[in-house]
């Protein structure tokens, strides 16, 4: 109950408050301990002691679609006759008053492939999962080798490099320098060249980027654009030069950026740190950011694709379908907040469009030196400047307040780090508007599009011992705003 001093919230702001506390049966369905107990309980094999489980393995679960059903696919350590081994079981969680789908009478076995088991007081449905193929993409075994490569990239550099039509490769050396399976891979090659490269210009590094999908082409659009609009020779930022596509390989040839550290690192190692010359370094890398980003964007270059705010809510308004069926009331009253920002949405004119980096995070910013670089041209688009400069903001929280490698000791370390990250956010706007003109209005719409996502993600995406703090984010910036 509040006192007399409290201030009374709400329904819509009592709503998102909501969104910083799972449900107790939510939040049961991710205590594995408490799961390990339930599967001893209904699982033959288990209670008999003819198996052994050691233990379930949670990362999250995840709701979407219009079923009011949370899916994920979890790992069982089981041990048995012939040792241990880690099972993959397909998780459902049904939320309270639904009913589970009949099963047989007689369970099948656990070893069977059809097994299955209800879970009645974690409201967990487990069936029998399938072990996760390898997603390495089949050009990398290509990509890899030192003599195939070497073919390849000098092939691709002689067709559709400029100034490469008479490069000979002498030597390939790859090195594989980030791998996320089926979604994308990086590899750095150290070229060697004859003394015909002399005076040439050729790059004896370059970066080769695969794709699981066409997302490269896109890159490589982008990349193109603001290269050949200018940026080629900027002071202020360093963009990769785009050298070639590779259509079979789905993978972006590029140069490399200076790169020191990433910002996100320097943010993390660098945020609490009480030597005013490294407060000033990540003050003035901040400040830079921003100055580059208003390079990038003044470069002219243009790309076909378009991102506007109503394509940015989308997958806020994705999040609140799926919401609404377990979660009515609060959801309803979430949606009135929505409705207002997108009243006044309407009622700020938006500034032009401009070439965007479209993931514009401080992992995508290199920094070296007093020098910035961008990479990672994924994303690229058209959009007015706020959509940039509002996701580097918010990501820019998100890495030094609420990332899940950090361990927060109490509340006055979140107040430390939250004022600390609100005058970075300030130099790096700041560096922006130096050099280019930015509606704030529209910065702080587009910031409330990615603080609400992240703060519906706490329901949609709920993780064992989640701290989301964001939801305090979107209720501050809403304040903000005007909109609670």
């Known amino acids: 109950m509040a006192t007399s001093t409290e201030p009374i919230a709400n329904p819509a702001e009592q709503a998102i408050r909501q969104l910083a506390s799972i449900p107790p049966w939510l939040a049961v369905a991710l205590d594995a301990d408490q799961v390990v107990r339930a599967l001893n309980r209904h699982v033959a094999e288990f209670a008999s002691g003819a198996l052994t489980l050691r233990g379930c393995a949670i990362d999250m679960l995840h709701l979407k679609g219009a079923d009011g059903e949370w899916g994920r696919n979890w790992k069982l350590s089981v041990d ?13 969680l049904l939320p309270p008053g639904s009913a589970a789908e009949e099963l047989p009478a007689t369970p099948p076995p656990f070893e069977a492939d059809d097994w299955q088991c209800w879970l009645p007081e974690l409201g967990l449905v487990l069936k029998r999962g399938r072990a996760k193929k390898s997603k390495d993409f089949a050009a990398l075994k290509l990509l890899m080798d ?16 400029a100034g490469y039509a008479q490069v000979a ?17 990086v ?41 050949d609009a200018g940026l080629r020779d900027s002071a202020a930022v360093r963009v990769p030069e785009p050298l070639a596509y590779l259509d079979e390989q789905q993978a972006t040839v590029q140069g490399p950026v200076p790169e020191e550290r990433d910002l996100e690192k320097m943010l993390l190692a660098l945020l609490l740190s009480d030597d005013p010359a490294e407060q000033g370094a990540l003050r003035q890398a901040f400040y830079a950011t921003g100055v580059a980003l208003a390079a990038f964007h003044r470069s002219g270059g243009t790309v076909q694709a378009r991102t506007t705010w109503q394509d940015g809510f989308a997958e806020a308004a994705e999040q ?36 965007t980096h479209g993931a514009f995070r401080p992992e995508q ?29 918010a990501s820019a929280m998100d890495n030094g307040l609420y990332d899940e490698h950090i361990k927060l000791r109490d509340q006055a370390e979140a107040d430390a780090r939250r004022a600390r990250i609100d ?62």
Not at 80 to 92: A, C, F, K, Y
Not at 193 to 210: C, F, H, L, N, S
Not at 365 to 386: K, W, Y
């Open 80 to 92: 048995g006759p012939d040792g241990e081994q880690s099972i993959p079981v397909r998780v459902t």
């Open 320 to 355: 609140l379908e799926s919401l609404r069926v377990p979660f009515p009331e609060p959801i309803a009253a979430i949606e009135q907040v929505v409705e207002r920002l997108r009243t006044l949405e309407a009622a700020t004119p938006a500034d032009a469009p401009v070439p």
């Open 423 to 484: 005058a970075l956010n300030e130099s790096f706007l700041a560096g922006y508007e130096a050099n280019a003109p930015v509606s704030r209005q529209r910065v702080a719409l587009w910031e409330a599009i990615f603080y609400l996502n992240d703060s519906l993600q706490c329901w949609t995406k709920p993780r064992p011992n989640d701290q989301r703090l964001v939801v305090q984010l979107l209720e501050r910036h809403l304040h903000n705003l005007g909109v609670v």
């Open 146 to 161: 030192p003599e195939q490569s070497r073919e390849l990239i000098e092939r691709s550099l002689r067709a559709q490099a």
């Open 169 to 185: 490769v002498r030597s390939c050396t790859p090195q594989m320098v980030h791998n996320k399976p089926g979604k994308s891979t």
């Open 365 to 393: 910013i290199l920094v070296a030196g007093t020098q910035i670089g961008f990479i990672d041209f994924d994303a690229f688009c058209m959009a007015e400047p706020a959509f940039d400069l509002a996701l580097f903001r």
């Open 187 to 227: 590899i750095r090659y150290r070229l060697g060249y004859g003394p015909e490269a002399a005076g040439q210009g050729w790059r004896d590094t370059i970066i080769v980027k695969v794709y699981g999908d066409d997302t490269g082409r896109n890159a490589f659009a982008g990349m193109h654009a603001v290269w």
